[in-house]
Structures are given as C-alpha cells and as structure tokens.
C-alpha cells in the first residue's frame, strides 16, 4: 500500500531565520539611544519601522558574499566609534547617536544582503541620519524664528483665557514671560523662549513625513494637502502642549507642571504621528465615505 507523505514543514527559529536575526540586531541599538533621550530615539524608531515594512521585500534578496560581508562587519565594528567623528561637529552629541546608528544599519545591510539590496536602506538611513542633524537646523533656524515667540505666545494666552485662566503676557530681555494667579493663590510665571515654539517637533514630523512620502505612490496634490494638514496639525499640538503644560501648573502646581512638561511633548507627538500616518494610510477608505456621508445629505 503506498503511502503519501504529507509536505515536510520546517520551523525556523527566531534567530536562526536570516531576515529575524537582522531585525533583531537592528533594533538592538534602540534602547542605547532612549537612554541618551526619548527625542533622539523617535525618528530613529520610525526608521525602524519603515525596516519592518520593508521586511518582507528584503527576505527576497539573496545572501551577501564573503568580501561584502567583511566590508559591513568592519562598518558596522568602526559605527560605535562615529561618535568621535559627529563630537567635533556637534558638541552635544551622546556617547551614541543617530549617525552611529545609521553606519551599523548600513554594516548590517551589507553582511545579510547582497549588494542591490542598499536601495531598500536609503530611506531608512536617511530617516535615522535626519536626525542628527535635527538640532543643527534648529540652531541655524533660531535667528529666523525668534521673533515669532511673542506671537506664538499671544496665542497661548488667548488659549488660556478661554478655558478660563486670567493669564497675561508681559517681555523681559525680549523673552516674552506669561503669567496668572494659580488655583492656589500663588503667581505662576513661564518664560517663552525660543525651544516653546516646538521646532523640534516640527522638524522631526517634517524628516518622518518626507520619508514617508518618499515611499508612497500617491499622486503630488494628495502629498501636498497631507503635508500642509500635517505641518498645521503639528502646530496646533505644541499650542496644546504648552496650553496643558500651564493648566497642570494652574491646577496642581509648578512641580506637577514640571512632570507634565517632560513627557508630555513625547506622548503628544508619538499619538499625532501614528493617527496621522493611520489616517493617511485609510485616506481612499475615508475618502469614499466622506463622499457617501455628503451623498445622503444632499
């Protein structure tokens, strides 16, 4: 009696399979940048992301050969030492940062793939490096902007005086200064400075967004108005960032407003970011039952 046997089913495990082994060495670094500061990390974690999209296309690509595979490790080895080369350019830069990051993602490209396989990278790579260079652009856009914090801070305070708080808004060195008697009795007084305007998140949405689209095939006019929605949308979340900031102060206190202002911005940011990118991806589901909601009306 013959027997069929059934297909033989082979279980890779989790490091032995060649596209998991490099997804988990490239995520290793993360942690090492949240530790130097969560801003620093969430462009680079986009980065990430945009690897794991991508995951599927690159298990397609055959293996790295042995020259090439020598080239990557020695990249990837020389990428913990960047940080000597990015220190004299900018002397803030963490032990570990974006550029080593991206030099180890490129070592890591060149050992698991085979050559062609650095077109898939680009996007990443330059999504990681961008960020590097985020507080350089912040630093050369500071003379331009400057003098758009009191406007800015005008703003703030026409927010605050709607949801009921008598703030008011005097200038000292040119630092425009918002001040209003807490629920306490006490004055809570927060200088606007530059940072307050949140250049720094709109340059990171601006880095992620053009990646992004980079990516997408979508016609040029629906990239626009989603970057014009976005840019908007980013510049209403730090008016209410700075809005909850000063609410937490007039509520709670300078010491809860103070907790409030270190993760707010990074909680607020990474929630826009993902709705945004959500509603972007859903854009021709949302689109055809816009049109369907205004048919019924009219």
């Known amino acids: 009696m013959n027997q069929t046997k059934p297909p033989s089913t082979r279980v890779y495990p989790l490091v032995g399979s060649k596209l998991n082994s490099f997804l988990i060495l490239a995520f290793a670094p993360l942690p090492i940048l949240f530790y130097f500061g969560l801003l620093s990390a969430v462009i680079p974690l986009y980065g990430f992301l945009l690897l794991l999209m991508k995951s599927q296309k690159l298990f397609t690509f055959k293996e790295a050969t042995t020259t090439q595979k020598i080239t990557g ?9 960047a940080y000597f080369a990015v220190v004299h350019i900018y002397p803030k830069a963490a032990f570990y ?9 490129l070592g890591l490209f060149l050992i698991f793939f085979e050559l062609k396989t650095l ?42 005086r709607l949801v009921g708080i008598n703030a008011s808004i005097y200038s000292r060195s040119n ?79 300078a010491e809860a407003g103070g907790t409030i202002h270190y993760i707010i911005g990074y909680a607020l940011f990474s929630a826009w970011i993902v709705a945004f990118l959500y509603a972007y991806s859903k854009r021709q589901f949302m689109r055809a039952k816009l049109i369907s909601i205004w048919k019924r009306i009219v």
């Open 175 to 253: 630092i425009p200064i918002i001040t209003f008697p807490s629920l306490s009795g006490t004055t809570v007084s927060g200088a606007f400075v530059y940072e307050c305007i949140g250049i720094y998140s709109m340059i990171a949405f601006s880095i992620i967004l053009t990646v992004i689209l980079f990516e997408d095939p979508s016609s040029p006019k629906v990239k626009l108005a989603y970057s014009i929605i976005g840019l908007i949308g980013t510049s209403a979340l730090n008016i209410l960032r700075i809005t909850i900031i000063f609410v937490t102060n007039y509520f709670y206190g």
């Open 119 to 160: 077109k898939e990278s680009i996007s990443p790579l330059i999504l990681i490096t961008a960020a590097t260079s985020s507080a350089l652009i912040s630093q050369m856009l500071q003379p331009i902007l400057s003098p758009y914090t009191n406007n800015l801070a005008q703003i703030v305070v026409s927010v605050l």
């Open 97 to 105: 940062t974006n550029a080593n990051y991206a030099a180890y993602i």
């Open 73 to 81: 490790l020695i990249i990837l080895v020389g990428s913990f030492f």
